[in-house]
């Protein structure tokens, strides 16, 4: 019922900014939080950022003062702002939904690799 489509990864040097980008579409009964995980080769899939229907965030420590989470209701679009970035901060960003109040993993986009190398 909810289709999420990932843009805006990259190459990018150490110490570079990429800006992700998420649109959702499909049937929205609620409220929904929206955020942004990763995934290297040969580890989980970890929660980097996510933002709530009020605009609460949450960040993983590891990006705290270098990733900014927005979103835009209007065009059902969630950003992931990256500065400062770190060869550590290279993996494939999925973008999630989960609508508040519910049971359930949510929904997954198809995610976009970002490469953080000199």
């Known amino acids: 019922q909810v289709q999420l489509v990932e843009s805006g990864g990259g190459l990018v040097q150490p110490g570079g900014s990429l800006r992700l980008s998420c649109v959702a579409s499909?049937?929205?009964?609620?409220?929904?939080?929206m955020g942004w995980y990763r995934q290297s080769p040969g580890k989980q899939r970890d929660l980097v950022a996510r933002?709530?229907?009020?605009?609460?965030?949450n960040y993983a420590d590891s990006v705290k003062g270098r990733f900014t989470i927005s979103r835009d209701n209007a065009k059902n679009t969630v950003y992931l702002q990256m500065n400062s970035l770190k060869p550590e901060d290279t993996a494939v960003y999925y973008c999630?939904?989960?609508?508040?109040?519910?049971?359930?993993?949510?929904?997954w986009g198809q995610g976009t690799q970002v490469t953080v190398s000199s």
């Open positions: 999630n939904l989960r609508f508040e109040g519910t049971l359930g993993h949510g929904y």
């Open positions: 499909g049937s929205f009964f609620s409220s929904y939080t």
């Open positions: 933002i709530t229907s009020g605009g609460r965030t």
